[in-house]
């Protein structure tokens, strides 16, 4: 719980006074941005508050499994909710997919990632982050990039692992890393790149980055979690969604 209330205050978000209902939302760290802004809508147009918990699928996942109080979950794929509801940790008919994401190629470096992803082959760089396969699914999407490109096993030893997604970009947006594998939402705004440079990953590359929201068993009998479903379906969520390059 003390995890729980770091997470939540290092997003801004403070305990509100008068409220009708609140919730605890499990976040992929790829979708923390635009849910920051989503949350902050919905708290305005609803009477209800939405408080975020963001990290990895995988980690999300395992604590959800171990009796974390969240009653929905924003995962980065599609399999983790599908296993949860299998598992009855979830409620299957509350399922959907909220967005599909992108994954980029960046660097903080004006031109050092060139539009068709070229350095990679070429070498130049002695550090390559990513976020770790095992528990995201944007890592284990960047790992079939380099399968694709036959580089896995040449650009495996430079390989920088983060816990998620978030983590490797921070990498490279701290120069400890020339270039990662990120989330197309966290350098992209309204279609343009915010710095430095990226390719844009072809999505017949890897797998499909299909992310599906779920209602937990936890929030089955929670207003405000079941107002966020459907507003994560309206028109101002979408807005926001597609803002962030996700499909």
């Known amino acids: 719980m003390k995890r729980l209330a770091w997470a939540i205050l290092a997003l801004g978000l403070n305990w509100p006074s008068v409220f009708a209902a609140e919730t605890i939302v499990a976040v992929a760290a790829n979708f923390s941005e635009p849910m920051q802004r989503i949350a902050e809508l919905f708290n305005r147009a609803t009477a209800h508050r939405a408080l975020l918990a963001v990290g990895s699928t995988g980690k999300l996942s395992a604590q959800i499994r171990n009796g974390a109080p969240f009653d929905a979950f924003l995962a980065a794929d599609a399999q983790t909710p599908q296993q949860l509801v299998a598992d009855g940790f979830a409620d299957p008919g509350s399922r959907f997919t909220y967005a599909v994401g992108r994954l980029a190629l960046w660097s903080a470096q004006p031109g050092l990632v060139d539009r068709r992803g070229a350095v990679l082959a070429q070498g130049s760089f002695d550090k390559l ?81 299909r992310q599906d929201f779920v209602l937990l068993t936890h929030g089955a009998g929670n207003e405000a979690a079941r107002a966020l479903a459907k507003y994560l379906r309206g028109t101002a969520a979408r807005q926001i969604i597609r803002s962030y390059g996700y499909d």
């Open 129 to 209: 982050a990513l976020a770790d396969p095992r528990l995201a699914p944007y890592g284990a999407a960047a790992m079939d990039v380099l399968a694709a490109l036959r580089l896995d096993e040449r650009l495996r030893s430079r390989l920088v692992l983060g816990e998620s997604v978030a983590q490797a970009y921070l990498f490279v947006a701290s120069g400890n890393a020339p270039l990662g594998f990120v989330a197309l939402s966290q350098v992209q705004l309204n279609g343009r790149l915010r710095s430095g440079s990226a390719w844009m990953v072809p999505q017949r590359l890897h797998r499909p980055l």
